[in-house]
């Protein structure tokens, strides 16, 4: 019995003496203003390159942990629990975080943060008791111990998304569960994670549409109720994910880790990504490589599209024109993208030059030959490859045999024959149907791209991005539809329907499909038509009556 009492009265004095030779290091090494952080809700701070301390009141003793969270906009904020912000216990990013283990005999928290620049930063910590489980601590790839952080980087293409493995609550003062430990009925391999995206208001990046999203999944039961659940992994799953990347669209990554034994559950920092890099200007623009070249194509391709939705069976030159540059772009543009190594810029380049070249030839296969067959079958054959890639965006594609790529292009490849052979007997509605969806998709898409909707990602997302990058395959999609995305929806609908009635209207009393331009003109300059099985017996005009 005294030698407990003496090992405890020794624990205790260990404890007083390290605390009060903490507290002398932080008052002789840090002369930063204390900024009071209330533990509930979230606080807004302005922050700037200058260290700032901010301090959470943590003295109830059912808690064991604190996770700290800061979010700007655009600005980089390092967060740390040391004044010197050491490599081994900060984080820098436009959303990190730390987690802070309580002693019994803590009362405060300090933690020290400061930006790239003056800017505002959303504040908020959450309290953790020793049943929840601890996200990050069982880090073994990144720098700090406990890294509770999703790690967010994009590309063109996708967005990578990696977190640490977490490890079950342990009671205040007490030392974790080792990360070693055996598949106990109680360990870091009972738990489970589920991943979640929250999209912001589209074309919205203000700093106050950040922080309001922030707020909308700032517990558990939020996010499951709000966001979009992108996967659900097990302890022994890759923590790492793909995603699409919705260039000017925020979204923000949750991770849930959840302890089925105990039956509670914890939030990782949030991560948000625009996929695009902010201006230096306030306030801050989203843009990327190549962004004015891109826009002024796809502005120029919306503008034809509209005019082939309205138009097209009237002016078949022009309609196939519009087809041939379609498929003659598109295909340029996949073989540049995943072969060449070129930049995105430059492949857009190079495919509107072979879109010209491409549409030409379509163009002088219908003024010479006429070719209504053939050319009706291109123009079916992009339409099914539009309904297809429109498939081809729900949640069917996250399904796993989808993510073979052999599997992949078999069912695009036949979803995209399977319209036009059904109706290539009817060759006047297939080419009409296929002006009219195809070109008022295209226009509704331009305009979607200066809104930042969804929409314009449909093709990209199902085709293009596919075919372009090796590790695409791996990406979930999750399509952040919205009031503008329904919007834009519904427009393309009537434009449709605008257009077939438009097309029907201005070909009305007209063949289906009139002689081709070439031999009109050899009729008119009075050259004698090629006799051949189709030459009818009785000219036009002939009139055997009078003879």
Known sequence: MKSHLA????????????NGLYARETASDNTA???????IGTSVVTLNTTAVRLRWRAADPLLAGLLVQLHTLAET???STSPTFPPDSSYSGTSAGLWVALSSFDINVDVYARASGVTNASVSATGFTQEDPVPGACNLEFRMENDPNVHLSFSE???????????????RGEDPLSCDAGQGSHSRWQLTYEVYQYFLPEGDLSEGALFDGLKVVDSVEAVRRHGSKMSSLSSSSK???????????GVIHVVVVSDPSLNTSSLYVPAVTYSCYFSSVVPPTCHTQGEIFSLMFFTLLGTCGLFVCFTGHRFLEAEYFFFGFLISSFLCILLMGRYSGQSLQLCVLYSAVAGWWGGFLCALCR??????????????????????????VTPIVNTEPLRNDLLYWVCVATGALVLPVLMLSCTRALNMAASAIVGSYMAVAALGLYLHAALPHVISSALLRRAVSPSYHQALLVLPFQILDGLLIFLWGALMVCGLLSQWRLTRGRPHFPQCPYQKRRQLCGQPRPVDERTPLLFDGQD???Q
């Open 367 to 392: 003024w010479r030959f006429g070719m209504p067959l053939l050319l009706t079958s291109l123009a079916g054959l992009v339409l099914g490859t539009v309904m297809t890639a429109v498939v081809m």
């Open 157 to 171: 293409f996708e967005t990578v998304m990696e977190f640490a493995p977490a490890n079950v609550g342990a009671a």
């Open 7 to 18: 090992l405890l009265f020794l624990r205790l004095f260990s404890t007083f003496a390290v």
């Open 77 to 79: 904020v390092t967060v």
């Open 239 to 249: 923590t790492q994910l793909y995603g699409h990347a919705f260039t000017g669209i």
């Open 544 to 546: 055997f009556g009078s």
């Open 33 to 39: 203003d204390v900024t009071n952080v209330p533990m």
